[in-house]
């Protein structure tokens, strides 16, 4: 189990490196032809990688805490990383919507 946690975790981390690699690339093919909003949508893409990359992260946390011999001290240690990258998570939520994530969309969002 602790090869399937490591693999997830790899999995995440490739995420957030493809997801900005492409959201580069996109952004760099956007300037070169002068359109508008180019900032914006870098973030967005970047956050949402990044956003799904930790979703990942946690998942391999939860496999190798759980499924290797859970002891007090490393399920207190997953509760906080969980609650850091949750934190994180919400965050960057807000910051690419500009909403809470349990707050409805604005109409044409």
């Not at 805490?65 to 919400?90: D, E, K, M, N, Q």
Request: proline share 3%.
């Amino acid at each position: 189990m602790e090869l399937v946690g490591r693999a997830v975790d790899g999995f995440g981390v490739a995420i957030m490196v493809v997801g900005t690699l492409l959201a580069t690339v996109v952004a760099a093919i956007r300037l070169s032809r002068r359109q508008a909003g180019v900032y914006r949508g870098y973030r967005r893409r970047v956050g949402r990688s990044i956003l799904l990359g930790l979703e990942f992260l946690v998942a391999g946390d939860i496999i190798r805490t759980v499924a290797v011999a859970p002891t007090y001290a490393s399920v207190g240690v997953l509760a906080l990383i969980v609650g850091i990258r949750t934190f994180l998570s919400f965050s960057l939520e807000l910051e690419i919507t500009g909403r809470w994530p349990w707050q409805k969309p604005v109409a044409g969002d």
